[in-house]
C-alpha cells in the first residue's frame, strides 16, 4: 500500500486552516503564517517538503531576505524528506542562489574574532541555537535542526555598540571569568541541554543547569550577557510585551470558554509561549527567583484573596516574567493531571499586572 501523499497544511509551522484569523501581531511569525496560508489557499499539494519551503518563500517576496534565510534556518527540519537525488545542503544552497541570501545566510562559522559566543545543542525539540558576537559588531543566530545536521548561521545585523558593551563587561569581570570552570560537571539527570559560551578567549562547555554549582556559576555571567542582548535594539528580540499580553491573554479566554479542554492542550503544548519569554528575557527558573523575593508560600498566604489583588502586591517585572514562564512549563513538563489543574485566571490576572508593571 503506497504511503498517503501529505497535504500542504501538514507542512505548516504556524498556519492551521481553523484559524480564521492571525493570531501573531506582527514580525516574523506573522509573515510566515500568510504565506503558508497562501500557499495552502492557492497550490496544489506539493510533491515534498522542499517544494513547500520553496512556495513559502516565494510567498514572502524576495525583497524580504531576512524572513526567508529565518524561514530556511529555522524550518529546515523539514528537508529530512528531500528527493533522493539530492542532500539537504544542496536543496538549501539552491534557494539561497535563488533568493540571493549569500550574504545573509551561512553554512560555515563567518570569519573574525568574537567577543561571545553561545551554542545551545539538544534539548526538546532536539536542536542547536545560539548567537555569535564579533569584534566588528556582526551579530549571527545560529541554527541546526535535527535530524539534517545542517548548521546555519544568520547574520542578524551590525552593532558595534552592543559589542562594546559586551567587550566591556567581560573586561571589568576578567578576573572572576576566567576562574570559571572550562567544563561542568555532569548533572544527576539530564532534562536539559549541553551548552557552550566563550568569553573572548574563556571557554566553558557541559551541561550548565542551575542544580550544579559550577554551572551555576557560568550562567549568573552568560545571563547577564544575555540581558544585554535583549535589551539591546536587536531584530531577534523584535516583540514589544503589550503585543506578547494581548495575544495569550486573548487565547486565555478561548481556554476559559472551551468546555473540552483542547485549547488548555494547545497552549500548554506551544512552543511559541515559551519561545515569546525567551525573546521578553524571561527566564524558566521553576519560581526561584520568585520565591526568593516574595517567600514559598506567597500564594498560599494569600489564596482566600481575590487573584488580581494577590497579583497587586508583585512589584517586579522581570520576576513576574520568570514566574509566568514557569507556571508555563510546570502544567508543559510536571504537571500529573494538566487539564484538571490547569488555571486560567492565573495567567490572566498574571497578563493584567504585568501589564501594569510594564507600563509603569
Given at each position: 500500500?503506497s504511503e498517503?501523499?501529505k497535504?500542504?497544511k501538514d507542512?505548516?509551522q504556524y498556519y ?7 493570531p ?7 509573515i510566515v503564517?500568510?504565506?503558508?496560508k497562501h500557499v495552502c489557499?492557492t497550490?496544489?499539494?506539493?510533491r ?5 519551503l520553496h ?5 514572502i517576496g524576495?525583497?524580504d ?5 529565518n524561514?530556511?534556518a529555522k ?6 524528506n528531500?528527493?533522493p ?7 538549501l544552497?539552491k534557494i539561497c542562489?535563488?533568493y540571493?541570501?549569500?550574504?545573509i545566510?551561512f553554512?560555515e562559522?563567518?570569519k573574525?574574532k ?6 545551545d545543542e539538544?534539548g526538546f525539540?532536539?536542536?542547536?541555537r545560539?548567537y ?11 541554527y541546526e535542526n ?8 544568520i547574520?542578524e ?13 567581560i573586561?571589568?569581570n576578567c578576573?572572576?571569568i576566567?576562574?570559571?570552570?572550562k567544563?561542568?560537571s555532569?548533572?544527576c ?5 549541553f551548552?557552550y ?5 574563556k571557554?566553558c ?6 542544580l ?10 552568560a545571563k547577564?550577557i544575555d540581558?544585554?542582548?535583549h535589551y539591546?535594539?536587536?531584530p ?6 503589550n ?9 486565555m ?5 472551551d ?6 492542550l ?5 512552543g ?12 524558566m ?7 526568593k ?6 500564594f498560599n498566604k ?11 502586591l508583585?512589584?517586579?517585572y522581570?520576576?513576574l ?10 502544567y ?6 494538566p ?12 497578563f ?6 510594564w507600563?509603569?
Open positions: 500500500m498517503k501523499r497535504s500542504n507542512y505548516c492551521s486552516p481553523t484559524q480564521k484569523e492571525c501573531y501581531k506582527r514580525g516574523y511569525k506573522r503564517w500568510e504565506s503558508e489557499e497550490e496544489d499539494n506539493v515534498d517538503a522542499s517544494e513547500f512556495l513559502v518563500a516565494s510567498a524576495e525583497n531576505k531576512e524572513t526567508i534565510a524561514y530556511i524550518e529546515s527540519r523539514y528537508l529530512s528531500a528527493l537525488d539530492s542532500t539537504p545542503e544542496k536543496i544552497e542562489q535563488t540571493n541570501l549569500q550574504n545566510l553554512f562559522k563567518p573574525g568574537t567577543v561571545f559566543e553561545y551554542i539538544g525539540p532536539c536542536r542547536t545560539g555569535l558576537l564579533y569584534f566588528d559588531g556582526r551579530v549571527y543566530s545560529i535535527s535530524p539534517i545536521n545542517v548548521r546555519m548561521y547574520l545585523g551590525i552593532h558595534k555598540t552592543l559589542s562594546e558593551k559586551v567587550k566591556v563587561f573586561r571589568e578576573e572572576a576566567q576562574k570559571l570552570p567544563e561542568t555532569h548533572a539527570c539530564c532534562d536539559g541541554s551548552q559560551y566563550k568569553l573572548l578567549s571557554r562547555h557541559g551541561y550548565m543547569m542551575e550544579t554549582e559550577d554551572g551555576k556559576k557560568v550562567l549568573h555571567f547577564k540581558y544585554l542582548f539591546h535594539d536587536f531577534l528580540n523584535a516583540l514589544e510585551p503585543d506578547f499580553i494581548e495575544c495569550w491573554d486573548a487565547f479566554d478561548k481556554v476559559i470558554t468546555k473540552k479542554g483542547e485549547k488548555i494547545d497552549f500548554i503544548c506551544h511559541g509561549f515559551a519561545e515569546d519569554c525567551e525573546v521578553l528575557g524571561f527566564d527558573d521553576c519560581f526561584e527567583s520568585f520565591y523575593k516574595y517567600g514559598n508560600d506567597f494569600y489564596g482566600d484573596e481575590n487573584l488580581e489583588r494577590v497579583f497587586s508583585i512589584d517586579d522581570q520576576i516574567g520568570n514566574a509566568i514562564y514557569s507556571q508555563w512549563r510546570y508543559n513538563h510536571w504537571a500529573t493531571y487539564i484538571a489543574e490547569f488555571d486560567a485566571n492565573w495567567f490572566k490576572a498574571a493584567k499586572r504585568l501589564k501594569e508593571l507600563e509603569k
